[in-house]
């Protein structure tokens, strides 16, 4: 396969080869432009999507990055179209990874990709710094060193095929500044200044010309920040070797396009000076401060005006030629406002800790991050960004690989204080300033006393300066605003756990923990990529063990580098136990429950106690008002204690009223009241009560959604709270948002009642509510928690039957099979269902054996078994008959109608719907009425009659809907689009069919999702 090539410091262009790569519509060249520039080439979906749209992505916005997807793999990988999969644009759980082979330099086709991306042919065999366009200053016609081999190394000499195997031209601009900052380190001028232009020769014209997207406007102010910054380092670098004549029209164009520069206009004094023409020099220093007055209201910084200075005191001498090996080294050198030539000089302090050589995830917010800072150093005022976190979210190792990217932004230097907020004793601001006025060249002698004068005279030194501040582990928004820079030019990049909301700030960011790809990318890059890829399953286990917390996912990857005779399923395992997990996430000096004991320990009682019990409780997520009956408080209350815990980083609030613990938090809080008989005590009560409270609410919910149901009245809750729901869809929002709740705590409660200790039998008391729970859950769909849920019905079965409750083994039974049935697992639904009969029956317990026909109908319809399908719903219509319940009555009349449909008799099910719907309307019930619309509709595909059944569905859509019945509505929604297909509607058929399989992934109803997805495959298939 030919090297493929980019082009983004200019219109978007690729080649392969000889051949220009078709780059396709604006949209599709951003999906490439941001694959090509974010870290690593790996993009997940929602980046991509936020890359493109930003806060209004379309509602296909996946399916379309799909096709463009497929459209790109077609252009850079032609074999991917014969069915091969591609090796350029690979696709990854939850996005895409390009992978771009390095260029491979020398022979024509090296030559033609780079001729071709910048528009010029470059003859084969040509070397690699002519076919950039560069002469290299060391070479012969031959393109051979000079005084020895080519592979020799003489001082001075320069290896200008370096960078030409990176395959994108942004990054051979930034990889050749690099090379330049060495150069000039190494007392190489001459060297740096030819690497510094030829990376500026890169530029062809507005990066990214014409390509939409928040992503690529990002990038254009980057790339333009980053142009401007190598042409003032090239100029400067002219000027100190003695060209400054011959830089005087270029710095005249540049002070007009870009007149509150204030550094072009130091160097075009310095240049003017150089060539004799000081009256020039300061009527360009007059030109800029009247502009600067004018547009800013600000008097000239420290280097306009220090160059002022030069230029009275007679302008500095023309550099002798044995002069350039120590112009790098003075040009690290500046001087404090006021200081004449012979005062001393202020070093330019680089006191950034070094970042972490594997650092890998974060691309999006670094790079938008990184794009903030780099703009901030244009600024007419300090951008200030703060990032805050749990404790091991990696926000101090964010910061600092951030810091360390937008450092060419600042070449006036970057400090760095270490303020440890989460410690028993944070810095002082006051000794902070010591620090960093001693770093800034000012004696000890000459620093005043108190926070206030050092922070003044703080800022005087960095006014007119460009210098990063970074402040790491900030206690608060106090401690933080005297170390702030006053003057636009400078940027601060604050950490801290707790939100400072008090602290005035350009940006706010909260971080979060990895994704799956970036926890298992930290995995491979410090364990070994080999380890990972070895057991892909139990890596994913091991990362989710650790919360995909940062610091606890480096632990565990230390550990297996360290032992190499581990397997990841191994450690996995040990990690397994959350009463044991905290205690494996440790090696040397690194250790998860450290970090969140400092926390803990700065809680009042108040905030540990709410802490503790929301943690004992096992709660994946708890609203506000179940939250309040588990800490026994009003809810003002609770929320005020609750939103403090958020504050601290010590809770996570994901949406409004809505709370959870990080996994390992949640870990943490079991063990951190001390006693185990006291922290066991606190469990049950909270548990207890929180069933109490849950079961009230699901029961109103159930009364709400299913009315005149006689199962309500059997649950008989004993509950806690008034609650009352005003729509279907009010009591299907609130099972919704508490159904993680209560998977998570029925299934703790089972675990405890099968377990031989003190308190099993008090947990088995809270089995009967605990089945109920999820009965009274039910109608609104297992969710995505149903796993979860099918495990706990099977426990609490298996507790009912120690307890001899036979009726509770019936129900507990009754749901497992309805939960392996929404599932699609239809062996296990009928053995389940069976076993529930008779113990229903057993139990004379008929709402729930009624329920249970129903369930065995649909099983044996799955089969295809219609008959005995119809005789199935026959005897649960009959039970519904005896206890008056007409609502099952009709869902099992019309089931049986859809098995008679199934069986090749549409034309009379179509009949008898006609009916049925009259009946449901007479009587008022319209969850009858939608259902018997949707079966009409089946009827109605069947006889091939697509628009009347696109009609019927729709209307059932519609009406479902409204009451409330989301996951009926996403199957009519499903029906409809495939009548939409066959009617060659296929816009509206992708639309009907994301919204049914969004609802179908919500609920975890895998067999309706493969059945969406292989439609969606119909309709995104290319024509032919």
């Known amino acids: 396969m030919n090297t493929i090539r980019f082009q983004v410091l200019g219109p978007l262009r690729g080649c392969r080869g000889e051949e220009e790569l078709a780059t396709g519509s604006p949209q599709q060249q951003a999906m490439l432009a941001a694959l090509l520039l974010l870290p690593g080439r790996t993009a997940s979906s929602a980046e991509l999507i936020d890359a493109l749209w930003g ?308 691309g999006a917010l670094a790079e938008r991050l990184g794009a903030e800072l780099s703009a901030g150093a244009a600024g007419t005022t300090p951008t200030v960004l703060a990032i805050a976190g749990m404790g091991g979210v990696g926000k101090s190792t964010l910061a600092l690989h951030v810091a360390h990217r937008a450092r060419p932004a600042f070449p006036d230097g970057q400090l760095y204080a270490d303020l440890r907020g989460t410690g028993a004793t944070p810095v002082p601001p006051q000794a902070v300033l010591e620090d ?70 350009s940006a706010q960011v909260w971080l979060d923990v990895f994704d799956d790809e970036e926890a298992l990318g930290l995995l491979g890059r410090v364990a070994g990529p080999e380890r990972p890829h070895a057991e892909p399953e139990a890596a994913r286990l091991l990362v989710d063990a650790c919360g995909r917390l940062p610091l606890a996912v480096r632990i565990v990857a230390a550990r297996l580098a360290a032992r190499p005779a581990w397997t990841v399923a191994s450690l996995a395992g040990r990690l397994a136990d959350e009463r044991s997990r905290l205690r494996e996430l440790r090696i040397g000096e690194l250790a998860v429950a450290p970090a969140f004991e400092v926390g803990y320990q700065q809680l009042t009682a108040a905030q540990a106690q709410a802490f503790r019990l929301l943690g004992a409780v096992e709660a994946a997520e708890i609203g506000l008002p179940a939250a309040a009956a588990v800490l026994e408080l009003p809810v003002a209350d609770a929320e005020t204690v609750l939103e403090s815990l958020v504050d601290v980083a010590m809770l996570e609030s994901p949406a409004e009223h809505r709370y959870r613990h990080h996994s390992l938090l949640r870990d943490f809080a079991h063990g951190a009241v001390g006693d185990a008989d006291r922290a066991a005590a606190e469990g049950l009560a909270a548990r207890s009560r929180l069933a109490r409270f849950l079961l009230a609410g699901a029961c109103a919910a159930f009364e709400t959604a299913v009315p005149g149901d006689p199962i309500r009245e059997t649950l008989a809750p004993q509950g806690i709270g008034d609650f009352a729901f005003d729509s ?185 719907c006609d009916g049925m719907l009259a009946s449901a309307h007479e009587r008022g019930d319209a969850a009858s009425e939608a259902q018997t619309r949707y079966v009409s509709g089946l009827a109605l595909a069947a006889l091939e009659r697509s628009a009347e059944a696109a009609e019927r569905f729709e209307t059932a859509a519609i009406d479902w809907t409204a009451l409330g019945a989301l996951d009926r509505a996403a199957r009519a929604r499903f029906q409809l689009a495939k009548a939409l297909h066959k009617l060659g509607a296929d816009e509206s058929a992708r639309d009907h069919a994301h919204a049914a399989l969004a609802e179908f992934e919500f609920d975890g109803r895998v067999a309706d999702q493969r059945a969406v997805r292989a439609l969606l495959d119909e309709l995104d298939a290319p024509p032919g």
């Open 55 to 362: 806060d209004q992505p379309p509602s296909r916005a996946r399916s379309i990055l799909r096709t463009y997807a497929w459209r790109w793999r077609r252009v850079l990988d032609p074999d991917a179209a014969d069915g091969a999969a591609s090796e350029v644009l690979v696709s990854l759980a939850g996005g895409y990874r390009l992978a771009l082979p390095p260029f491979g330099g020398g022979g024509g086709g090296a030559g033609s990709a780079r001729g071709r991306a910048n528009g010029n042919a470059a003859p084969a065999g040509a070397s690699a710094a002519a076919v950039n366009g560069v002469k290299d200053p060391g070479a012969s016609p031959t393109g051979e060193k000079p005084g020895g081999s080519s592979g020799s190394r003489e001082s001075g000499w320069i290896d200008w095929s370096s960078g030409d195997s990176l395959p994108v031209d942004a990054e051979r601009a930034e990889h050749w500044a690099a090379e330049a900052d060495k150069a000039s380190a190494a007392g190489q001028p001459e060297q740096a200044r030819e690497l510094l232009r030829r990376a500026v020769d890169l530029w062809t014209g507005v990066p990214l010309a014409g390509v939409p997207g928040p992503f690529a406007e990002r990038q254009r102010r980057r790339f333009a920040e980053l142009r401007l910054s190598l042409l003032e380092r090239r100029i400067a670098l002219d000027v100190e070797l003695g060209r400054g004549a011959s830089c005087v029209p270029e710095l005249r164009a540049l002070t007009d396009e870009h007149p509150l520069r204030e550094r072009l206009y130091a160097l075009l004094m310095r240049a003017l000076s150089q060539s004799g023409r000081q009256a020039d020099a300061l009527a360009a220093f007059t030109a800029a401060r009247r502009l600067l007055i004018g547009e800013l209201g600000v008097e000239p910084g420290a280097e306009l005006r220090a160059m002022h200075a030069e230029v009275l005191a007679g302008g500095p001498p023309s550099p002798p030629a044995g002069a350039a090996a120590t112009a790098a080294a003075a040009s690290r050198m500046r001087r404090v406002p006021g200081q004449g030539p012979q005062n001393p000089v202020v070093p330019r302090p680089a006191q950034l800790p070094p970042t972490e050589p594997d650092f890998v995830g974060r």
């Open 728 to 912: 279907p869809a009010a009591a299907r929002a609130w099972a919704r948002g508490e159904a993680a709740t209560a998977a998570e705590l029925t299934a703790r409660i089972a675990a405890e009642a099968l377990r031989e200790g003190p308190r099993a039998a008090e947990y088995r008391e809270l089995i009967p509510a605990s089945i109920n729970l999820l009965i009274a859950m039910s109608p609104f769909g297992p969710g995505p928690w149903g796993r979860r849920t099918a495990a706990a019905v099977q426990d609490l079965a298996r507790a009912a039957e120690r307890a001899g409750d036979v009726r509770g083994q019936g129900r507990a039974w009754f749901l497992a099979g309805n939960t392996a049935l929404a599932a699609g697992r239809l062996d296990e639904a009928s053995q389940h269902g069976r076993w529930a009969l008779e113990l229903c029956t057993l139990a004379e317990d008929p709402v729930i054996a009624r329920q249970v026909l129903n369930d065995l109908g649909v099983i044996a319809h799955g089969r295809g078994a219609y008959d005995e399908a119809a005789s199935l719903f026959g005897e649960a219509v009959a039970l519904a008959r005896s206890l008056g319940h007409r609502s099952g009555e009709a869902s099992s009349l019309l089931n049986m109608a859809v098995s008679r449909l199934r069986a090749g008799r549409a034309a009379e099910v179509l009949a008898d």
């Open 436 to 505: 960093f006025l001693h770093a800034l060249g000012v004696a000890t002698e000459q620093i005043p006393e108190g926070t206030a004068a050092r922070s003044s005279l703080f800022r005087t030194l960095l006014d007119g300066r460009r210098l990063l501040v970074v402040l790491d582990d900030a206690a608060n928004a106090a401690q933080v605003r005297p170390l702030l820079p006053g003057a636009g030019g400078c940027a601060v990049l604050v950490t801290s756990r707790a939100r400072l909301v008090a602290l005035p700030k």
